[in-house]
């Protein structure tokens, strides 16, 4: 059984991104509890922090059956009979309006959208080394560390499967 697992590793802009968020949410947390009604604040603060903990991409990868992205929350599953079209992706494709979701706080992950891609789902940690997923309900652009091996790896146990 032929699989492929690639941990996300954090670029630059993720850590800086993480690092001024935590220390800005920090330096909120400590003056709002110096404040009467601080303590809802601070603990909607840190609640928020944790929400957006849970979506964290922080693998992929593939095994005979279809392609997952490793979340705090659980494994986004992406089954191969689902997917239309596998293809790499120019980075600068994919970030251009981001509708919901982190634009850098503990990776790039959520809703985007983009004038070539349309709307489609994003989940990775470095602004390079992109891959489109298409099903038929939703577009998915995720992060990889060698697109171009990911890509073969999954045409081939895709090709491999009985139908």
């Known amino acids: 059984m032929e ?3 690639y941990r996300m590793k954090w670029g630059w802009d993720v850590i800086l991104m ?8 920090l330096g909120a947390c400590i003056a709002c ?3 009467k009604n601080g303590l809802v604040i601070a603990l909607v603060l840190i609640l928020s922090l944790f929400c957006s903990l849970l979506y964290m991409p922080y693998g992929m990868g593939c095994t005979e059956n ?3 992205v490793r979340r705090v929350k659980g494994r986004l599953w992406i089954p191969f009979e689902e997917i239309q079209t596998l ?3 120019n980075p ?3 970030f251009l309006l981001r509708v919901m979701g982190s634009g850098g706080f503990l990776g790039y992950f959520g809703w985007y ?3 070539k891609l349309g709307n489609f789902v994003l989940y990775t940690t470095q602004r390079k080394r992109l891959v489109l997923i298409e099903t038929a309900r939703r577009k998915y652009v995720v992060g990889c560390a060698d697109p171009s091996e990911f ?5 081939r146990l895709r090709q491999s499967k009985p139908s």
């Open 3 to 5: 699989t492929l697992y």
């Open 18 to 25: 993480t690092s001024v968020t935590l220390l800005l949410v």
């Open 33 to 35: 509890l110096s404040s």
């Open 66 to 68: 279809g392609i997952y």
């Open 87 to 89: 293809s790499a992706v």
């Open 92 to 94: 600068t494709d994919a």
């Open 113 to 115: 959208k983009s004038q």
């Open 151 to 155: 890509i073969a790896l999954c045409d």
